[in-house]
């Protein structure tokens, strides 16, 4: 069954360093997401992204984050300057529809984001 | 500012009985309403959904109901296995599009053999 692959699985950083998330959504999937879940928290919206670039963003997606798509088959999300409070599970997501009915949305296993 | 709420953060239910998870929202707006399923180290994986046109959906074990003029919607396993434990969320979308969805916080159901 086709996937969403995510790397890395974990990453240990400093604060003030920038961090890259990358995420290789299914193949045939037009639209990607990134979620955060910080830990005890609910899942949180943070972006959408559609035919090369952002559909949506949410309050958390400020000028810290940016999303880019860099060949036909990557979708990275970067922290330019990371703080403590960004430590989470970050999680990557494709659908191949927009409208309610298929955006059905599969997600990857999540990066898991420590900053020190 | 909770839009979705799942007001029992765990539930704990015998092996072969039924589990009820519970969740109600505040966005009329919501039109599409879907449950996850979430194990220890893996994403949200998807389980069933309801559009708002609907009152009930069924998918083997798995049914959700929706009660829209209580905003309501609960998710049904019956019977319950050992391997439905897990993490469920509520999630709710409004107008199509390239939109997020919105979660609630999720329910651990614990299966008791």
């Known amino acids: 069954e086709p996937e969403v692959t995510q790397t890395p699985s974990h990453q240990v950083t400093q604060m003030g360093q920038e961090v890259i998330l990358r995420c290789v959504p299914i193949?045939?999937?037009?639209?990607f997401y990134w979620y955060r879940q910080i830990l005890g928290q609910k899942v949180e919206f943070l972006v959408s992204?559609?035919?090369?670039?952002?559909?949506?963003k949410s309050e958390i997606f400020d000028d810290q984050f940016s999303v880019e798509r860099p060949d036909g088959s990557n979708f990275t999300l970067k922290i330019r300057s990371t703080k403590l409070e960004d430590s989470a599970m970050y999680f990557c997501?494709?659908?191949?529809?927009?409208?309610?009915?298929?955006?059905?949305?599969?997600f990857g296993a999540g990066s898991r984001l420590t900053v020190l | 500012d909770q839009q979705v709420k799942q007001n029992s953060p765990s539930l704990s239910v015998q092996e072969g009985r039924i589990s009820i998870l519970n969740c109600d929202y505040t966005?009329?707006?919501?039109?599409?309403f879907l449950w996850y399923k979430k194990y220890p180290a893996e994403g949200p994986t998807f389980l069933i959904s309801?559009?708002?046109?609907?009152d009930k959906n069924e998918d083997g074990r798995f049914t959700v109901f929706l009660n829209k003029s209580a905003k309501h919607l609960s998710l049904h396993i019956v019977p319950s296995q050992p391997g439905d434990s897990a993490v469920y969320f509520c999630?709710?979308?409004?107008?199509?599009?390239?939109?997020?969805?919105?979660f609630g916080k999720g329910t651990h159901l614990i299966i008791q053999p």
């Open positions: 992204f559609y035919n090369n670039e952002i559909s949506e």
């Open positions: 309801i559009s708002s046109i609907k």
């Open positions: 997501a494709s659908s191949w529809g927009g409208s309610p009915g298929a955006n059905v949305l599969t």
């Open positions: 193949s045939n999937h037009l639209y």
């Open positions: 999630a709710a979308n409004s107008g199509g599009g390239a939109d997020g969805l919105t």
């Open positions: 966005n009329s707006m919501f039109d599409y």
